[in-house]
């Protein structure tokens, strides 16, 4: 995953614009990956998956993409709404079958 | 159905004493995760549990542990209490099929003073 910091990486988006949120992982041996998006007071919630047979997939307003010849994930969020304000998380699920997180990117959408 | 409910949802805590959290995972779930988030580290993995039986690991000290009683709902206990051990603790159930279908919690605020 992306190197942990005191402060998040911020993506200011203006509502109706499509944000791209990016993600680098680190083993090359996981094979399957999450996005997540966490609200304040809240817990994180599930967005999208991927497997690491695929390189893109599409659900509801959303889009990952996954290269995995460098190790990249992305989350595309098309007309970006207010809801959308969050901070955002990509998860890899390592050989011992557990989540590791990254850093995370704190979304704000502007009016 | 009901999410993962952890409780309390905020606790304040004088270092040294120990606390101890909850988790009732979705009906059906036999695994529960447990993670410890502060701004610092991001999300960190403390420990699975898995019919009772801890299964996974993460790299924390001694002092933290868990267990699972036979309805899955899970307990995570801190001992001798440290003012970095103030974070977010998270908990997310499974089916048990590693993290397939994970449902996390709101979380217990801890703050240690």
């Known amino acids: 995953g992306e190197s942990v910091g005191l402060h998040l990486p911020t993506l200011s988006v203006q509502e109706g614009d499509n944000s791209i949120i990016n993600c680098a992982y680190s083993?090359?041996?996981?094979?399957?990956f999450i996005w997540y998006k966490q609200e304040s007071g809240k817990g994180p919630q599930f967005i999208i998956d991927?497997?690491?047979?695929?390189d893109k997939r599409q659900g509801q307003r959303v889009t990952v993409l996954l290269n995995k010849t460098v190790k990249h994930l992305s989350l595309q969020i098309a007309a970006t709404q207010p809801g959308d304000s969050a901070v955002y998380f990509c998860?890899?699920?390592?050989?011992?079958?557990?989540?590791?997180f990254g850093a995370g990117t704190q979304v704000v959408v502007t009016p | 159905k009901a999410g993962v409910t952890q409780t309390p949802r905020y606790l304040i805590k004088t270092r040294g004493q120990q606390v101890t959290l909850s988790c009732s995972p979705i009906?059906?779930?036999?695994?529960v995760s447990w993670y410890q988030q502060t701004p610092g580290q991001g999300l960190q993995f403390l420990f699975e549990?898995?019919?009772?039986?801890?299964?996974n690991k993460g790299n924390f000290p001694g002092r933290f542990s868990g267990r699972q009683f036979s309805n899955s709902r899970s307990e995570m206990n801190v001992s001798t209490l440290e003012l970095g051990d103030s974070a977010l603790y998270l908990c997310?159930?499974?089916?048990?099929?590693?993290?397939?279908?994970?449902?996390f919690g709101s979380g217990t605020r801890l703050t240690v003073v």
């Open positions: 997310a159930s499974s089916l048990g099929d590693s993290p397939y279908g994970y449902t």
């Open positions: 083993n090359s041996a996981s094979d399957y």
């Open positions: 991927i497997r690491s047979n695929m």
């Open positions: 998860a890899e699920v390592d050989s011992w079958g557990k989540l590791q």
């Open positions: 009906s059906g779930h036999r695994s």
């Open positions: 549990y898995f019919s009772e039986t801890q299964r």
